[in-house]
């Protein structure tokens, strides 16, 4: 940049490698956006839920591994996704810095937590996670709603060992038995240990109940009705008056003109007759009641 001087005043003159340098400055910052832009981050603008904040802040640093630019450009480029309350906040926010301060990332995010994600907020869900138990979720239900909570409970699981010992805390006294052995790995290993012993363990179960189960028609005992057959209450019909069952005919078998097949006439009462009483040809003269002929 060159100075130029005349009688009454300096005046500052920019001159053409100024001019090139600024608009090389322009240019990149505007590729930038661009290409922040186009990674399709995430607009803010109110946490419904406490979550809703800290899962915007990461999703939208997930965009800057995208980028080659400073903690000061990643603020810039969030402010630009905030909207509504949010983006009041950030105006009234900003506004009170001193002039000229210019806030790096680390710096937005402990201002951005702060306002939407408070501090009593905070140890609810510290609280929630010290207090989780597997209860009725299987391995892999139980493993997110850890990951979900450790979130807020960074000191408890800063180190492997304690995120094994946090995760073993709260599973189920049958499967942490079975996982006592696992004192060494990450925590990924523990996790797929307790997935493979669960299976085992259902396995087992399955066996026994199949071993508890009763036995199948097919293995009923002499005189035991199967499932679904009913037996014939006799007694009933024995019970039930002769003037309600209609009364058979016994009938005699025509003469023939053969005198050795006489007939007989049935021996049985008409009361208490079977359908049909008839003389047999392959017998001698018989009735087809058995019990009296």
């Known amino acids: 940049m060159k100075l130029s001087c005349s009688v009454n005043s300096w005046r500052i003159r920019p001159t053409l490698e100024d001019v090139g340098e600024t608009a090389t400055i322009t240019s990149l910052v505007s590729a930038r956006t661009r290409t922040f832009l186009g990674t399709h981050p995430p607009t803010f603008e109110r946490a419904r839920e406490p979550l809703d904040a800290d899962h915007w802040l990461r999703q939208t640093e997930s965009k800057f ?23 009041a906040w950030w105006a009234n926010y900003e506004a009170t810095l001193p002039a000229g301060r210019r806030l790096e990332w680390n710096e937005f995010k402990t201002a951005f937590r702060a306002h939407f994600i408070p501090a009593a907020l905070m140890q ?142 049935c021996a049985i009462p008409a009361a208490k007759q079977s359908v049909s009483c008839t003389v047999s040809a392959a017998r001698e003269p018989k009735c087809s009641c058995p019990t009296a002929c």
């Open 65 to 87: 591994g995208l980028l080659d630019c400073t903690e000061h450009q990643k603020v810039l480029f969030a402010a630009q996704q905030l909207q509504g309350s949010a983006s």
């Open 124 to 265: 609810r869900k510290l609280q929630e996670f010290t207090d989780l138990k597997q209860g009725g979720r299987n391995v892999l239900q139980y493993s997110e709603a850890f990951n979900h909570l450790a979130q807020y409970a960074s000191e408890y699981v800063n180190t492997e060992e304690k995120k094994r010992y946090a995760f073993l805390r709260g599973m189920n006294a049958k499967l942490k038995e079975r996982l006592t052995w696992q004192q060494t790995g990450t925590y990924n290993d523990l996790v797929n240990a307790a997935i493979i012993q669960e299976g085992a363990m259902r396995q087992v179960e399955e066996e026994e109940r199949k071993r508890k189960a009763p036995a199948s028609a097919s293995e009923t005992t002499p005189g035991e009705a199967s499932p679904g057959i009913h037996l014939t209450n006799r007694t009933a019909i024995q019970d039930t008056p002769a003037a309600t069952i209609p009364a058979p005919v016994c009938t005699e078998l025509p003469k023939t003109t053969t005198a050795a097949e006489p007939s007989f006439p």
